[in-house]
């Protein structure tokens, strides 16, 4: 028998109406607002449009002849290939890993998702401190061990795509790992008895049952990996600020930030955003096609 | 059931509640007591005042700014929400954004040139005449020559304390390579081989993030091509765009090749174009780079931090060539207090805004952020117990012959962001200096 909370619809809109105007606010009108900005001519922050750029579509033209964008787009590229191979990747060991032991396991797991409720700017602040030319951690160690002579400037064009995706890595493979726990937590541990019953241990157990049953689990990571890659911005900007080293550094985020928040070119700024929302949604369809979750799991 | 819906109801109109209290306005806080004023109308109420200043970070008058905070709170039993942030282009922006969509602070403490247009001009603060039409004694204790005239020929802030902008030299450092320390006819020649010397006994000769601010050395280098008259001058584009090769563009663009000679000679750090200039800072002050080139500001920065060593600092002259004199450099009075019409408006913060502005920029406040500044006070400042790093930058700026401002304030933020990102293109060869000159200027 059905509550009245579900028979009555009322209840619902009017959980359901605050949250639509909160979106509708904050998401929906500055989306569109955005779109406007990006084909007008705005030559500051907050100043007002001076009307709409001559052709309308100048600074969609602009990004394709921009090589600061360019940059951005093949760093931010890679960034995903390494968040899908590194962040999940090291996840889904952790994951089995601690699903294999019996003590220790919530240990574990607090320790690894502990990054994560740290600031993205402590943590810029922090790996700044540990990758300093003068006395920074590696440079001290590396040359205390006799590993090199002089300091290595690790924000220097051959070390600072190691340098930006370290702390991006390491900040959000805890977050996996969370995710993946709880998945292989649910698988039934019936499954596991009957397994060994039959020889299946080790490894062949983890080929055989574990990564079939945790697929869905897994795709949802990679989803979300993917897109998550398209909005890393606070820790590479907090760490390399305006494309350190030499327009090198860029990323989509920090480009579109640097725009239009340092050098006031708002519209330009606005058309690189919409450039990362449709990478985003072209990119979560293929994702989402690729890694389609299956129903029979 | 009953309680089922009333649960629900409740708890949708808590989030109504939290989302509409989300959007609301900061309203001010008053409490019962009444604050003080020197102006001519009293707060009825404590008022909590926002301001934005710069002495944030490592400024050298941070404490002193502080220090005066309290000193203000306790006197009036007003608050203080003081939002300090470290004065760069940044920053700048995020003030003038502050202004644009309507989140300007009560008391604002900013620069007075060109980059306090955009808000002057929208009539977001408010000029001395009408303050002084109420107030009248509203910045009576200082010269109304030196304060700055906005484009629509007003004055608008108190100022603040002066800068200048000059070389500070390592002293250990120099003596262990068996250099002297730099006096008022320092020429480049000398300098270059003084670098060399430097360089080849293993220091850095100059701590400088060609990264974060390349401008120190951009005025100089701009100065060493053209004379101190001319230093204001900035280049023009003609009617297609293109740069014109007037005297302007050519100081702009042989200054920055100096620069790039500098880079390729090695005199730099080995990571300035990774370095924070807090970092190279350090280099200077931990004795591992000789010169410096900084501001007024640095030398509170020097006192705070390393108190044990002033002794091995000294302010000396930017080396010069053409017709400059090593003797003439950058300063002048850049920044003051604004009061905003935001604050000006609200009946509760008016005279508070006034009188924290008045506490501010008095004589005695004023005494304590000064050492060797200039300062628009009618009685001048009176520092007391100048340590070695300030009596040697007294010594230095009595042999100044010459001051003028910067002309990176003769340009537009825009342009200024282009320009010294550009630098380091410039001086690794991916951009040439003229090109660098155009792009910014194309922005101004």
């Not at chain 2, 819906?5 to 109504?16: Q, V």
């Not at chain 2, 209290?21 to 019962?32: E, L, M, N, P, V």
């Amino acid at each position: 028998m059905k509550s009245t909370l579900y028979r009555k619809k009322w209840p619902l809109l009017v959980f359901l109406v605050p949250a639509l105007a909160f979106l509708l606010v904050f998401l929906y009108y500055p989306f569109v607002q955005n779109i406007i900005n990006s084909m007008s001519e705005i030559s500051g922050l907050g100043t007002p449009s001076q009307g709409m750029q001559e052709p309308w579509y100048a600074n969609y033209a602009a990004l394709f002849t921009d090589s600061r964008l360019r940059t951005a787009m093949k760093n931010t590229l890679i960034l995903m290939v390494c968040t899908v191979v590194f962040q999940v990747g090291i996840a889904l060991v952790l994951a089995l890993l601690v699903d294999s032991i019996r003590v220790g396991a919530q240990l574990f797991r607090t320790l690894y998702f502990f990054p994560i409720v740290i600031s993205a700017t402590a943590l810029g602040l922090m790996f700044n401190l540990i990758f300093l030319y003068n006395g920074g951690m590696v440079n001290q160690l590396l040359m205390g061990m006799g590993v090199i002579a002089e300091n290595i400037d690790w924000k220097d064009q051959a070390h600072f795509l190691f340098t930006m995706l370290l702390p991006v890595m390491w900040q959000y493979v805890g977050f996996y790992f969370v995710i993946l726990v709880t998945g292989l937590n649910n698988i039934p541990q019936d499954l596991y008895e009957a397994a060994s019953l039959d020889g299946c241990t080790g490894l062949s157990r983890v080929r055989y049952i574990t990564l079939p049953l945790l697929r869905n689990v897994l795709c949802t990571c990679l989803v979300l990996a993917i897109t998550g890659a398209l909005k890393v911005f606070d820790l590479p900007w907090v760490m390399f600020g305006a494309g350190m080293p030499r327009e090198q550094g860029w990323l989509t985020g920090t480009y579109m930030y640097d725009q239009t928040f340092n050098r006031g070119n708002v519209d330009y700024g606005s058309a690189i955003a919409m450039l990362i929302v449709v990478l985003g949604v072209v990119l979560s369809n293929v994702a989402n096609r690729v890694f389609k979750p299956r129903d029979d799991i | 059931m009953n309680r089922t819906r009333m649960f629900s109801i409740a708890l949708a109109c808590a989030l109504l509640i939290s989302l509409l209290a989300g959007c609301a306005g900061t309203g001010t806080k008053h409490s019962k007591a009444p604050g003080g004023s020197t102006g001519s109308q009293s707060p009825a109420k404590k008022v909590e005042l926002t301001v934005v200043t710069s002495y944030g970070g490592d400024d050298g008058n941070r404490k002193n700014y502080e220090d005066a905070v309290k000193a203000f709170e306790a006197a009036t039993g007003n608050t203080v929400l003081d939002a300090c942030a470290t004065s760069n282009e940044e920053w700048k922006a995020k003030v003038l954004t502050d202004f644009e969509t309507g989140t300007e602070p009560d008391v604002l403490f900013f620069f007075t040139n060109a980059d306090a247009e955009p808000f002057i001009q929208a009539g977001k603060v408010v000029d001395i005449a009408t303050i002084r039409s109420e107030y009248p004694e509203y910045g009576a204790n200082m010269k109304d020559s030196m304060f700055a005239v906005a484009a629509d020929g007003k004055q608008y802030a108190l100022p603040s304390s002066g800068f200048w902008e000059n070389l500070f030299v390592n002293t250990k450092v120099l003596t262990a390579c068996g250099i002297e320390v730099p006096g008022p006819d320092y020429t480049w020649e000398q300098f270059l081989k003084d670098c060399q010397t430097i360089r080849d006994k293993g220091y850095t000769p100059i701590a400088c993030s060609l990264f974060e601010v390349p401008h120190y050395w951009f005025e100089f280098v701009v100065m060493n091509n053209g004379t101190l008259d001319s230093q204001l001058d900035v280049p023009t584009l003609d009617s297609e765009g293109k740069l014109v090769m007037d005297a302007a563009a050519k100081k702009w663009i042989a200054g920055l090749n100096d620069i790039k000679d500098l880079y390729e000679r090695g005199y730099f750090p080995a990571n300035t174009l990774t370095a924070t200039d807090a970092e190279t800072v350090q280099l200077f002050g931990d004795g591992e780079a000789a010169f410096l080139i900084d501001g007024s500001w640095k030398v509170g920065y020097f006192t705070e931090n390393y108190p044990d060593n002033l002794e091995d600092y000294a302010i000396s002259y930017v080396p010069a060539k053409g017709d400059r004199a090593a003797s003439e450099a950058i300063g002048g009075i850049s920044m003051g207090y604004f009061i905003t019409r935001k604050a000006w408006e609200s009946p509760d913060k008016r005279a508070a805004a006034v009188a924290f502005v008045e506490h501010m920029t008095s004589d005695e406040v004023l005494s304590n952020f000064v050492t060797t500044e200039v300062t628009a006070l009618v009685n001048g400042a009176s520092p007391e117990g100048l340590n070695a790093l300030q009596q040697s930058a007294a010594d230095a700026n009595a042999n100044i012959t010459g001051v003028v401002g910067a002309v990176q304030d003769a340009i537009t933020s825009e342009a200024k962001t282009d320009l010294f990102g550009n630098v380091q293109n410039v001086v690794t060869g991916t951009m040439s200096a003229e090109d660098a000159v155009a792009s910014a200027i194309a922005l101004n």
